[in-house]
């Protein structure tokens, strides 16, 4: 083993010759790769919609595809107009007024729906007749205390359009890329039924089958125009609030964009000062941010050539390559500037600092990308993009640092101010070989106590709880925040759980038997509480055939009444309702009546309380319609629950993957299984205590903190592979357990606490975004690098003290030039 080392680390030496006099022809290919990668990042493209955390193949986001190319866009923004009652004259008119306003103003609009809009059913000697509830000449409204009971009791407006206690109006506009882009015109503004715009189709065909979501710059669009209109009518006093997915895409990508920039030059910033501390010179600042810098370009232009989408997760990437790939270049440097100053040349100097660092380099950066790496096979599709691009990021950190740095070194004369670091005798050397001594004598009582910790860690890491809920990444005092905890409280629920009800057959859903069955349901859960969630409010197919049913055979009290069992004239108002209303009906079922559409409302909560809901949810489902029809639960609801499922089966085993491949790493490197296998103790532990502290505080481990555990250990190690890669060099001179720890804490102890600032400061950096996770992530994974430290100058010493006594260790040594 010993004789390979000394052979890589000659082969390291050697190779910085090369790079030295090919020195311009290694420029030229890095700045061609650099440029051409770089200059893609104008094609890099937001995704913030909640389905692209989910990956292509994922069972119930292709159910949630086909629904969407069935029913069309769910894409829907929700202007709430809040009075003590809305069915008040002068409320009516400025709901008229906005709702025609947003009509007019709003791009992309497929269907826009409110009071003014709403239609009710009635009879004309033998004829279904829609009139508008709200008649365009104010004075043919009926009396405001005969409105207000026809709304509560129609199933389409009650809880959807307006609030049950009659304070809170909505207007719900469907946005759609292949609507009109532009505004339309006063007759489509004023047009009340959507039978009158030109996108009313047939029954279930609605369009857009195959048809891709809003583009950033269109939903951009909409939600400008929307937030136009709606701002003019807040200045004259109304109460408006907006939410909806297309303002939360808004929001996310705009909160994206400002932390990726802010956390980027942030990061830059902090190293920039850091590395200007640590060197006190231009080159030392200069030439790691070049380093860095490139790295950042050359992955994120592979993510665009790859086209992948940046995701909030991606968020972290670029800061965070910044403060991993600086940490090698920091090492890299201390020994060059160190060898420089003993009086040797630049290239001499470059190439022994190359065979001391290259192998421990090339080591930390495999193990750093093996704790990214292990995200790959997430089924969290950004957690599984920021594990491949991460890794990929690291090496390329890695392969600019051992390939253009040293061509770059070769030229660097000595610095002006030849400062020297601290002596044997200095006051930090004297520290750190204090510490070396008292962790070598005090090993076992080191060793016991990091044991008691771990357990204690152990029982907060039992008491952690998960969660996934997008709303409270942001602020309190976000409005999007507000207006959707505003209409929750006020609605009951506004986020849509859709439940496709397939009969199996052509007309199956003309069966009034299926449609009596689908009411019960529905009067079984509105308003109950089922797994813990509340469902505020139903319709489907069964509440129109309902309404139409007492309009057509003047049944008293029509809206509360059973489904006629008569087939023949189920069909014959379906008929009559398809002719006047053609796109209200696509909106409920398929062309074919094969498959029926069953929307429940329910309160937006954490992801993690969605679980029980949606079990007992398609416990009932299952129980009412075996062997009668096949039932699946789609929508926004079930994507947040399998996307916070999907996080936890991939933290575990990615924990698992990156810390098994992080150990036979180790083992490899160190040539010493038992050596190897103590050596991640020290990464261990502080992870734990991480973790522990998770649990004891209460914070919830969501998707971004569950990302801490494998990155903390991937970065963790980068410490524990210098320190025993110092331990082996000093050991081969001949040195004792205890002289050899003194001796490896005075040489790579100075760089160990550099790198580690280093890098915490880059993961604290996130503590700045706008989005509450990317605070936890960074806290976390900070305090885990520093208590890494901690670990290395005081557990790993402890561990090859345990190991080997205070005999001489019999470990294959490291290499210091030829």
């Known amino acids: 083993m010993a004789t390979i080392l000394q052979r890589i680390g000659h082969i390291f030496y050697r190779l910085a010759g090369v ?8 420029l030229l290919c890095c700045t061609v790769l650099v440029l051409a990668l770089g200059l893609q990042l104008s094609r890099l493209r937001l995704d913030t919609t909640t389905e692209g955390y989910l990956t292509a193949s994922d069972p119930h986001l292709v159910e949630y595809i086909r629904f969407r190319q069935q029913f069309g866009s769910d894409d829907i923004v929700l202007v709430a107009l809040e009075s003590s009652s809305v069915f008040l004259p002068e409320q009516l008119h400025e709901l008229r007024r906005l709702h025609r306003e947003l009509a007019a103003g709003v791009p992309y609009l497929a269907h826009i729906v409110s009071l003014d809009s709403a239609v009710v059913a009635r009879q004309d000697d033998g004829q279904l007749v829609l009139d508008r509830l709200l008649a365009e000449d104010p004075a043919q409204w009926p009396p405001l205390e005969e409105l207000a009971r026809r709304a509560a009791e129609h199933p389409f407006i009650r809880g959807r359009l307006v609030a049950p206690d009659g304070t809170m109006a909505l207007i719900s506009l469907r946005v759609d890329p292949h609507a009109r882009a532009e505004s339309s ?140 790939g600086v940490g090698s270049s920091v090492h890299l440097l201390s020994h060059f500037f160190r060898f420089q100053r003993q009086g040797l040349a630049a290239p001499e100097a470059c190439g022994k600092a190359l065979a001391v660092t290259g192998l421990p380099i090339l080591f930390t950066s495999l193990t750093t990308a093996a704790g990214l790496a292990s995200f790959a096979g997430a089924q969290v599709a950004p957690v599984a993009d920021l594990g491949r691009f991460g890794a990929l990021g690291v090496m390329v950190a890695c392969f600019f640092t051992l390939i253009l740095l040293p061509s770059l070194l070769g030229r660097l004369p000595p610095g002006r101010r030849r400062w020297e670091a601290a002596t044997a005798e200095g006051a930090v050397d004297r520290w750190l070989a204090g510490i070396a001594r008292l962790a070598v004598r005090r090993a076992w009582w080191i060793l016991g106590v990091s044991v008691l910790l771990m357990v204690l860690a152990l029982v907060g890491v039992s008491r952690i709880r998960f969660s996934h809920n997008p709303l409270a990444w942001f602020p309190a005092d976000m409005p999007l925040r507000q207006a959707v905890e505003r209409l929750d409280r006020v609605l009951g629920g506004i986020v849509q759980v859709e439940v496709l009800i397939d009969s199996g057959r052509a007309g199956g859903c003309r069966d009034p038997e299926l449609l009596r069955r689908v009411r019960a349901l529905q009067h079984e859960l509105t308003g109950q509480t089922v797994g813990g969630v509340r469902v505020a409010a139903s319709f489907s197919l069964a509440d129109l055939v309902a309404e139409l049913d007492g309009v057509l055979t003047g049944w008293p009290d029509a809206r509360r009444s059973d489904i006629s069992p008569d087939a023949e004239l189920l069909a014959q108002e379906l008929l009559l309702f398809e002719n006047i209303a053609p796109r209200e009906l696509s909106e409920l079922v398929d062309v074919e009546y094969r498959l029926l559409r069953l929307t429940l409302l329910a309160p937006w909560v954490d992801a993690v309380a969605y679980g029980p809901f949606l079990r007992e949810l398609e416990q009932r489902l299952q129980r009412e319609f075996a062997g009668t029809a096949r039932v699946t639960v789609t929508g926004l609801i079930p994507l947040l629950a399998r996307t916070l499922a999907a996080a936890m089966d991939s933290a575990v085993a990615s924990s698992f993957i990156s810390f098994l491949s992080i150990t036979l790493f180790m083992v490899l490197l160190l040539g010493h299984v038992r050596l190897g296998l103590m050596s991640m103790l020290p990464n261990l532990v502080p992870i734990l205590l991480a973790l522990g502290c998770m649990g004891w505080l209460g914070i919830p481990l969501d998707m971004y903190t569950m990302l801490s555990g494998s990155i903390a250990i991937g970065l963790a190690v980068d410490d524990t592979i210098h320190f025993m890669h110092g331990f082996q060099y000093a050991s081969s001179q001949g040195l004792g357990v205890e002289q050899a720890v003194v001796r490896t804490m005075q040489t790579a102890g100075r760089a160990m606490i550099i790198s580690s600032v280093v890098l915490a400061a880059g993961a604290f950096v996130c503590t700045v975004s706008t989005l509450r996770q990317f605070h936890l992530f960074g806290m976390l994974n900070g305090s885990a690098i520093l208590l890494a430290l901690v670990a290395d100058f005081l557990i790993s010493p402890a561990v090859v003290a345990v190991l080997f006594g205070r005999r001489r260790p019999r470990v294959a040594p490291a290499v210091e030039g030829r």
């Open 19 to 26: 790079l030295q006099r090919h020195r311009a022809v290694v």
């Open 185 to 324: 015109s006063l007759e489509e503004a004023l047009a009340g039924f959507p039978t009158s715009t030109p996108q009313a189709a047939p029954a279930g065909q609605t369009g857009n089958k195959g048809r891709p979501a809003l583009t950033n710059r269109q939903n951009d669009a909409v939600v400008v125009a929307v937030e136009e209109i709606v701002e003019r009518h807040r200045q004259q006093g109304w109460r408006v609030h907006v939410c909806g997915t297309p303002i939360l895409k808004k929001v996310l990508g705009w909160a994206m964009a400002r932390d990726t920039l802010r956390l980027i030059l942030l990061s830059l910033a902090v190293i920039a000062v850091l590395l200007w501390l640590i060197f006190r010179r231009p080159a030392g600042v200069l030439l790691p941010l070049l380093v860095v810098v490139s790295a950042v370009l050359v992955t994120m232009g592979l993510m665009v050539v790859c086209q992948r989408p940046f995701k909030s997760p991606t968020v972290i990437l670029p800061s965070f390559l910044l403060a991993v």
